[in-house]
């Protein structure tokens, strides 16, 4: 479906100048009409943020009702003036919008150790604030306001009913690089009109972001920002969610949040090729996660996808230097669908055949299995081009 505010929710996004390029929005805003449940999932990186360091200690909440986000500087590395600054904005907002203090949460991103122009923010809020609206355009902008070096916004939606009542879960998400779990350079917030409480929320996150937004990477860098928000804010109406209801919620939950994290990879900078890895055959998804995480941060096996070579030695011995035992007279490894190892042992396939489907699909599939149990798990990565090191050498010069 066409994403969607869901009921209650509007946002927008205007430039307020911390981007220097006309135009290009660099503050949003979400707002609910009610207060919601909102937890978040966040960095682990132990270098993190100061908007992560607040959010950590306003979530779970039942009483959340805005997201401000500014994009072009993360507000990390800033030390107290950092923490200052973030408190400000939340601040700013609750006097904007009308709301109590601790009902706004904080989003940053863009490069580390600058501080925010508070000015240039405090105006963009001002703006934004006045001009909400729950129209698709404006979550296009609001979109278009986290993002940095994104070349196309990230929003998913999806519809579904339960007992006559019609919810919907929409989600927008920012992430391009300096992607590398757990989570990855990237902010979400996805919002849902359904009524949850705040165990339930913060648990179907946990679950949804583990096996989506911590299954990418393009370069294995861990960044200082990385969140993920769940607003729910029950305008829908009805009961809180409960037992075949909740599940129902959790997988609508799940896919809007993998529809997002392989938009990731897939908008990666430099990037001509999207990269599934699927690892089958594992005792526990965690050795498949690892497995996994392994073929995908090889700088050989993705540059060997960008030059569209059939290298099927670099996805394997990838494989068993990933620290998890197997017997490797067991393994198989088909390149978009087709066999190129099996068994421990080469098979006759056809090369150029499999090269021009890596040349001519911008997605690539790698399928691996083992025969150690019935675990599996996805992971998805790009290619690495030259044009990924051009644009991360000249990142601040």
């Keep these: 479906m066409t994403p969607h505010f869901p009921i209650g929710f509007s946002g927008n996004a205007v430039h307020a100048g911390i981007k220097q390029t006309a135009g290009k929005e660099d503050v949003a805003l979400i707002l609910s009409d009610r207060p919601t449940v909102g937890v978040g999932v966040y960095t682990q990186n132990l270098v993190c943020a100061a908007p992560v360091t607040y959010d950590r200690s306003l979530t779970p909440s039942e009483k959340i009702r805005a997201v401000v986000i500014n994009s072009g500087v993360?507000?990390?590395?800033?030390?107290?003036?950092?923490?200052?600054?973030?408190?400000?904005?939340?601040?700013?907002?609750?006097?904007?919008?009308?709301?109590?203090?601790?009902?706004?949460?904080?989003?940053?991103?863009?490069?580390?150790?600058?501080?925010?122009?508070?000015?240039?923010?405090?105006?963009?809020?001002?703006?934004?604030?006045?001009?909400?609206?729950?129209?698709?355009?404006?979550?296009?902008?609001?979109?278009?306001?986290?993002?940095?070096?994104?070349?196309?916004?990230?929003?998913?939606?999806?519809?579904?009913e339960l007992d006559g009542v019609k919810l919907t879960v929409t989600g927008i998400?920012?992430?391009?690089?300096?992607?590398?779990?757990?989570?990855?350079?990237?902010?979400?917030?996805?919002?849902?009109?359904?009524?949850?409480?705040?165990?339930?929320?913060h648990q179907a996150l946990q679950d949804a972001v583990s096996e989506t937004f911590n299954c990418i990477s393009v370069d294995g860098h861990t960044s200082t920002n990385d969140t993920?928000?769940?607003?729910?804010?029950?305008?829908?109406?009805?009961?809180?969610?409960?037992?075949?209801?909740?599940?129902?919620?959790?997988?609508?939950?799940?896919?809007?949040?993998?529809?997002?994290?392989?938009?990731?990879?897939a908008d990666g900078e430099g990037a001509t090729h999207l990269v599934t890895v699927e690892v089958h055959g594992c005792r526990t998804r965690a050795e498949a996660v690892k497995i996994g995480k392994?073929?995908?941060?090889?700088?050989?096996?993705?540059?060997?996808?960008?030059?569209?070579?059939?290298?099927?030695?670099?996805?394997?011995?990838?494989?068993g230097y990933a620290g998890?035992?197997?017997?490797?007279?067991?393994?198989?490894?088909?390149?978009?669908?087709?066999?190129?190892?099996?068994?421990?042992?080469?098979?006759?396939?056809?090369?150029?055949?499999?090269?021009?489907?890596m040349a001519e699909e911008r997605e690539t599939s790698l399928l691996l299995i083992l025969d150690e149990g019935a675990a599996a798990a996805r992971f998805w990565t790009t290619d690495l081009t030259a044009e990924y090191v051009r644009l991360n050498a000249d990142y601040t010069t």
């Excluded at 917030?189 to 949850?196: E, I, K, W």
């Excluded at 392994?294 to 030695?313: C, R, Y």
Aim: proline residues 5%; aromatic residues 4%.
């Design 228 to 265: 993920v928000l769940l607003l729910a804010n029950g305008a829908a109406g009805g009961p809180v969610l409960e037992g075949r209801n909740l599940d129902a919620f959790r997988a609508t939950l799940y896919e809007v949040c993998e529809d997002l994290a392989q938009s990731i990879p």
């Design 294 to 319: 392994t073929i995908a941060d090889s700088p050989l096996v993705k540059t060997a996808i960008h030059g569209a070579d059939p290298n099927w030695g670099r996805v394997v011995s990838a494989a």
């Design 74 to 160: 993360a507000n990390a590395c800033t030390g107290d003036r950092g923490d200052e600054d973030c408190q400000k904005m939340a601040t700013m907002v609750a006097q904007a919008c009308g709301l109590d203090e601790g009902q706004t949460l904080v989003l940053s991103t863009g490069v580390i150790g600058v501080h925010l122009p508070m000015e240039k923010i405090e105006s963009g809020i001002k703006q934004v604030s006045q001009s909400l609206s729950s129209d698709d355009d404006a979550l296009e902008r609001t979109a278009r306001g986290m993002m940095t070096t994104d070349t196309v916004t990230k929003k998913r939606g999806r519809q579904f």
């Design 173 to 201: 998400a920012k992430g391009a690089a300096m992607i590398g779990p757990n989570m990855a350079t990237m902010l979400s917030v996805v919002m849902t009109d359904a009524n949850l409480s705040p165990r339930d929320a």
């Design 324 to 357: 998890v035992p197997f017997n490797p007279h067991h393994v198989s490894l088909h390149i978009n669908g087709l066999l190129v190892y099996e068994r421990g042992a080469p098979v006759d396939f056809d090369e150029a055949a499999v090269s021009k489907s």
